[in-house]
C-alpha cells in the first residue's frame, strides 16, 4: 500500500475570515480529518496552493479533494480546480444553513451552539464521502 | 381567488417518475381547485373533459418522452404551464429515485414542485417580462472600506427600508437593494407572496433570511402580485450574487403608481441615502 | 500631500492556515483585533476572496494600510498582498512572534484551544493593535515616518528599506526592497522607457519626494533597481 498519507483524501476549507459560514467550513473540516476520519483524511492550506507552493500543487493534482466552501463565492472549489485538481465533491456550507431556518450560527469569532451543530452535520457528510472514497480504492 | 387549473399529467406506469407525476397533479389540483384529466381516458374519450380544456392547462411530463405535452399538442391545447420532472429534479441536484412508490422524501419534492408550478409565471408572458425588466445599462457606486454599494440610477424607484421597484409598462418587479443584501449576508432562505395577493405600498410583499437576520421584503408600490421570482427560493444567494436584476422577487400589476411615487426615492436620491449610511454600515 | 485629520482605518489580511495552530492563532488574533482591541478601526481583508479576486478586498488594500499576519514562515498573506496590491506596511509572522512564549497545545479547532493558546491570541493581538496604531498614524501624518528597517523576520515592525543616492546624498527610503520586488514582479525592466515614471511614482507614495528633486529621485531609482535586479540573478 502507497504511504498511508499520501492517499488521504484533502479536506480543504476556504476558511473565509468575514462570515460564519468560513468558521463553519474550517471546523467542519478539523472534524472530519482529526476526529471522524483521521487515517483517511487531511487538510491543507489553500493560500499556499494559490502561491503555488509545489508540494501543495502536487498533492490536490494527485489526490482526491473535497472542497468546502463557506458560500457561493467558492474560493476553495475555484482555486482548488485552477491548480488542476479534479474535485471529487464541492461543499457549500450556505446549503447546510437552508435545512436549518432561524439557526443562529454564533459569528465568525465563536460558533454557537447550533453552528457547532451544523458543522458536525457537515462533517457527517464529508466524513461518508471519504469512507465512500477510500472503500471504492481499496483492492 | 387564485386561479385555477386543468392538470394533465403523464401516465408513466412503469417509471418511478411516473407515479411523481400523480402526486404532483393532485397536489396542483388540490390547491387550486382545479380539474385533473386522466391521459389515457383523454386519449380516448377527450369530451369527458370539454369543460375541464376551458380552464388554463398545465402540463406535467415525467422524462424528455413528453407523453403528455405530446398529447396536449395533439387535441390543440394550449399549455399555459408545464415541468418536465426528470429535468427539474436534476436541476436541484435530486432524482426521482428507483421506486415505484415514491418515498417520503420525493413526495416532500412533489408538493415543492407543485407550489413552484402554481407560482410560476405563464408561458409567453415569462420571455415578454424578461425583456421587458432588461438589466440597468447605469450604475453609481459607494464605497465604504473594502465595500462597494451599487445603485441602478434609471427605472428604478426605492423606499426607505433598501427596497426596489423597476418600472416597465404597467407592471414593477421589486427586489432588495445592494445595500441592504450586504448588510444581511448570505441569504439561505426567501419567502414570496401568493400570486393573486394585493400588496400595499410599503406592506410586506415577502422575507429574506440570513444568518444575521430575518427581514422583511417592504414593497415601494401597491399593487397585485402576478409572478414571483421562483429561483431565489431555491437559490436565495442569486439575490446576494444579482439583487436588481435576477435577484427579483415578485411582480406587480400597480395599484396606483403615480400616488406611490411621490413617496419614493429616484436614483440619485437613494445614492445620497446610500452615502448617508455607508458610514454607519457594520458588516 | 493630503493631512487626513479622521481616524485611517488600516486593513489586515490574516493567512488561513488550516494546516498548523498557528493558522488559528492568526485568525482568532485579527478578530481580536476587529471586534475588542480597535472596532471601527480595522477592516478585515478575507484572503481567500483577495487571493480569488475580489475588487473590493484588493482595492482596499492598494488605498489604505495594510497589515498582513501569517501563521508561518511561507508567508502566504503578505505574498498575496504585496502580488495583488502593493507593499504592506507591516507583515507578521505568528511563529516568530510566539518564540519566547509558552508553546502551543497544537489544536486547531476551536473546540480545543487552551488557556495557553488564548493566552498567544491576546499577545498576537496585541502586537497587531500597536502595529495597527503606528501604520494609522504614519498614513495619516500625510508623511511616511520613517519605521524600524528590518532585514530579515516577520516580526518586523515595519517596512525593510533601502539607500539610493540623490543630488549626492544618501537617502533611506522605507520599503524599497518589496517596491523593486512587485515591479521585478510586474516585469517592469530596467532599462524600460516607463521604468523611471513607474518607480517615482510607487515610491512617492510612501516618501516625500520635492518636485525640484523628482528627476534626481527617477534616475537614482533607476540605477538602484538596475543593481538590485542583477543581483537577483
Redesign the interface.
Same mark, same amino acid.
Given at each position: 500500500m502507497a504511504e498511508s498519507a499520501r492517499s488521504k483524501v484533502l479536506v480543504i476549507p476556504c476558511s473565509g475570515i468575514g462570515k460564519v459560514h468560513g468558521l463553519v467550513a474550517r471546523e467542519a473540516t478539523y472534524r472530519v480529518v482529526e476526529g471522524l476520519e483521521p487515517e483517511t483524511s487531511d487538510t491543507l492550506c489553500l493560500a499556499l496552493l494559490v502561491k503555488g507552493d509545489e508540494e501543495a500543487v502536487t498533492a490536490v493534482r494527485t489526490r482526491p479533494c473535497i472542497t468546502i466552501d463557506g458560500c457561493p463565492k467558492l474560493c476553495s472549489y475555484k482555486n482548488v480546480q485552477l491548480a488542476g485538481s479534479n474535485i471529487a465533491e464541492s461543499v457549500r456550507v450556505v446549503d447546510a444553513f437552508k435545512g436549518h431556518k432561524g439557526a443562529q450560527p454564533g459569528t465568525a469569532t465563536e460558533l454557537a451552539e447550533d453552528g457547532w451543530s451544523i458543522t458536525d452535520e457537515i462533517a457527517q457528510q464529508i466524513a461518508a464521502r471519504v469512507r465512500e472514497m477510500c472503500g471504492g480504492e481499496e483492492q | 381567488m387564485a386561479e385555477r387549473f386543468a392538470v394533465l399529467p403523464c401516465n408513466g406506469l412503469d417509471k418511478a417518475v411516473g407515479p411523481l407525476a400523480r402526486e404532483i397533479a393532485l397536489a396542483v389540483v388540490e390547491a387550486c381547485q382545479g380539474e385533473l384529466i386522466c391521459p389515457v381516458l383523454f386519449n380516448n374519450l377527450p369530451e369527458r373533459y370539454a369543460k375541464a380544456v376551458e380552464l388554463p392547462l398545465i402540463v406535467i411530463d415525467g422524462c424528455g418522452t413528453r407523453c403528455a405535452t405530446k398529447l396536449a399538442g395533439e387535441h390543440g391545447l394550449k399549455t399555459a404551464r408545464k415541468l418536465q420532472i426528470a429535468e427539474a429534479l436534476k436541476l436541484m441536484g435530486e432524482s426521482s429515485g428507483e421506486s415505484l412508490t415514491p418515498d417520503a422524501q420525493r413526495l416532500a419534492l412533489c408538493r415543492l414542485l407543485a407550489e413552484r408550478l402554481l407560482s410560476a409565471p405563464e408561458e409567453g408572458t415569462a420571455a415578454e417580462s424578461e425583456a421587458a425588466f432588461a438589466e440597468p445599462v447605469e450604475y453609481a457606486t459607494v464605497?465604504h /472600506?473594502? =465595500?462597494?454599494f451599487r445603485i441602478p440610477m434609471k427605472g428604478y424607484l426605492f423606499d426607505e427600508n433598501h427596497c426596489w421597484a423597476h418600472i416597465a409598462g404597467n407592471r414593477a418587479r421589486v427586489g432588495i437593494a445592494d445595500y441592504m443584501q450586504q448588510e444581511l449576508? /448570505?441569504l439561505? =432562505?426567501c419567502e414570496l407572496p401568493q400570486i393573486g395577493a394585493e400588496v400595499e405600498q410599503f406592506g410586506e410583499i415577502g422575507s429574506v $433570511?440570513s #444568518?444575521k437576520a #430575518?427581514s422583511d421584503i417592504i414593497s415601494p408600490v401597491s399593487g397585485r402580485v402576478v409572478a414571483v421570482n421562483a429561483a431565489v427560493v431555491e437559490a +436565495? $444567494?442569486l439575490i446576494? $450574487?444579482d439583487p436588481y436584476v435576477r435577484g427579483w422577487v415578485a411582480e406587480l400589476e400597480f395599484g396606483e403608481l403615480e400616488s406611490d411615487r411621490a413617496l419614493l426615492l429616484d436614483g440619485e436620491a437613494y445614492l445620497a441615502l446610500v452615502r448617508q449610511k455607508a458610514a454607519d454600515y457594520r +458588516? | 500631500m493630503s493631512m487626513a485629520k479622521e481616524p485611517i482605518k488600516v486593513g489586515i489580511i490574516s493567512c488561513a492556515g488550516e494546516e498548523i495552530p498557528e493558522g488559528t492563532i492568526s485568525r482568532l488574533a485579527v478578530r481580536r483585533v476587529l471586534e475588542h482591541l480597535r472596532p471601527g478601526q480595522t477592516v478585515s481583508i478575507c484572503l481567500p476572496l483577495f487571493l480569488a479576486g475580489n475588487e473590493g478586498e484588493r482595492e482596499f488594500a492598494r488605498s489604505f494600510p495594510t497589515i498582513t499576519i501569517d501563521g508561518c514562515d511561507k508567508r502566504c498573506a503578505q505574498w498575496g498582498t504585496e502580488k495583488h496590491s502593493g507593499p504592506v506596511n507591516a507583515a507578521f509572522v505568528v511563529t516568530q512572534m510566539l518564540k519566547d512564549a509558552p508553546p502551543l497545545s497544537g489544536a486547531r479547532s476551536g473546540r480545543d484551544l487552551t488557556e495557553a493558546d488564548l493566552a498567544a491570541v491576546e499577545l498576537v493581538a496585541a502586537q497587531l493593535a500597536a502595529a495597527l496604531d503606528q501604520a494609522a498614524a504614519t498614513y495619516a501624518g500625510g508623511e511616511q515616518v520613517a519605521v524600524e528597517a528590518s532585514s530579515a523576520c516577520g516580526c518586523a515592525v515595519g517596512l525593510p528599506s533601502g539607500a539610493v543616492q540623490v543630488n549626492g546624498k544618501t537617502v533611506e527610503i522605507a520599503g524599497l526592497p518589496l517596491i523593486f520586488r512587485q515591479c521585478q514582479e510586474d516585469g517592469l525592466a530596467a532599462d524600460s522607457p516607463d521604468a523611471p515614471a513607474r518607480l517615482l511614482e510607487v515610491v512617492c507614495v510612501y516618501h516625500a519626494v520635492d518636485d525640484s528633486e523628482a528627476q534626481a529621485y527617477a534616475a537614482a531609482l533607476v540605477e538602484a533597481y538596475r543593481t538590485s535586479l542583477a543581483s537577483d540573478r
Open positions: - | 464605497t /472600506d473594502k =465595500f462597494i449576508g /448570505d439561505t =432562505f $433570511e #444568518v #430575518v +436565495p $444567494e446576494n $450574487e +458588516p | -
